[in-house]
């Protein structure tokens, strides 16, 4: 009997985009959509995207000489 190793890992990329317009539409993915500044941030599902992970985009998008993060 051979074993089979099953590996799975998650990847998370962020991407920096600028609204321009048009409305949101009701979507399989997304129930909703709206823009909050860091101090007013709704309840975030940690499982998903975090505090921290917000905080860290938000300084690159403010610091040119940011340094991308790998790990």
Known sequence: MSSLILQSAIIK?????HYINGEFKL?????GMDFFDMDHLPTLNDGKTTYE?????????KDESFKIEFD
């Open 13 to 17: 990329i962020f991407v920096e985009c």
């Open 27 to 31: 979507n399989s993915e997304t129930i």
């Open 53 to 61: 992970q917000i905080e860290l985009c938000w300084r690159a998008h």
